[in-house]
């Protein structure tokens, strides 16, 4: 590709990048640096669910089932094969292959009926995952889970920190080409009117089936890194609290957007571990989910299309 002939958009992506890479010798608190880690990974989280339900107008209640996977293969890795890059790369590949598997699979069986019958399927089987992993204690540690120490070259702060950087990159300009391409406008066109798609020759189930799986490997490769960050896996990876979080992520971002999610991701979980801190100063911030949902409400008041919807609807109105 021509340099001269990159978008001023992707000009603007690549200084932020930059801007991100050279953080962590500003910050160099790990207090600030674990924040900013976990909003890369739940912005990937984000993005994977903005390809399902901004782009193609899919509605999923069990997304954390990928998420999850991607969690669970890599903690178990890394304790029985041994903290090492090996076992890292066979723990991540795993999480990938099922998590590709699984959203294959629910795909095939419900994506050719109207959208609610995929939404309720996978909020069954995010339950049926989270009660495998209660009662598999000896591979899963239950509810209590298990942690796990990190191989050597990502053990330090930084290093995890630059790991999360790159795939959050990675996935983010790749997410951005696809939904870019003939492949994501005809996802659109899905998401926009379904029957006339379908009448124009498309094979809508196809389109639909590889969505969740990019979706599905996308979240799974968030699991991955959230493990990472924990050195800690348990249950909660497949609780539905983690699907509605990054539901809220979303919708406050602006849905088939891509950078609205990211936005999202970040004012969530500042506003959590802010709203928490204050916890001392006034006993109704130890009720920080009050003040959250508060939030969350005025966003939709204000920014009814998402922050970054918004946004881009007053510029269009006052382009023309």
């Known amino acids: 590709m021509n340099i ?15 801007l991100l890479f050279i953080l962590p010798m500003v910050i160099t608190e790990r207090s600030l640096q674990f924040i900013i880690i976990q909003i890369f990974i739940f912005g990937i989280f984000a993005m ?3 390809l399902l339900l901004g782009y193609t107008g899919i509605i999923s209640f069990g997304h954390v089932i990928f998420f999850g996977l991607g969690a ?33 699979l629910v795909g095939m069986l419900t994506l050719r009926l109207k959208s609610h019958f995929y939404a309720m399927l996978t909020l069954a089987l995010s339950g049926l995952f989270l009660v495998a992993a209660e009662k598999w204690r000896p591979m899963t540690g239950g509810n209590d889970g298990f942690t796990f120490r990190l191989p050597d070259i990502i053990r330090e702060p930084n290093h995890l920190y630059i790991l999360c950087l790159i795939f959050f990159v990675l996935i983010f300009f790749g997410l951005r080409r696809l939904t870019n391409s003939p492949f994501g406008k005809v996802l659109m066109a899905i998401r926009e009117n379904e029957n006339r798609t ?49 539901l809220l992520m979303t919708i406050i971002g602006g849905v088939g957007t891509l950078i609205g999610p990211i936005i999202g991701a970040g004012l969530v979980e500042l506003a959590h571990h ?15 989910i009050i003040l959250y949902g508060t939030l969350y409400i005025l966003v939709v008041i204000f920014f009814p299309l998402g922050i970054i919807g918004t946004i881009r609807s007053k510029l269009a109105g006052r382009n023309k």
Not at 205 to 232: D, E, H, Q
Not at 274 to 288: G, K, M
């Open 274 to 288: 802010w709203l928490s801190s204050l916890a001392d100063v006034h006993w109704i911030f130890e009720r920080w």
């Open 4 to 18: 001269q002939n990159l978008e001023k958009s992707t000009w603007f992506y690549l200084c932020i990048t930059l």
């Open 198 to 246: 379908t009448s124009l020759g498309y094979k809508v189930v196809y389109y639909k089936v590889i969505a969740s799986i990019v979706s599905g490997v996308v979240a799974s490769l968030a699991g991955v890194l959230y493990a990472l960050s924990l050195r800690f896996v348990n249950t909660g990876v497949f609780a539905t609290d983690l699907t509605i979080d990054v």
């Open 72 to 104: 669970y293969t890599t903690g178990i890795a890394l304790d029985r094969l041994g903290a090492t890059i090996g076992s890292l790369v066979i723990g991540a590949f795993i999480g990938v292959l099922l998590a590709a598997f699984v959203s294959l």
């Open 48 to 50: 994977s669910y903005d």
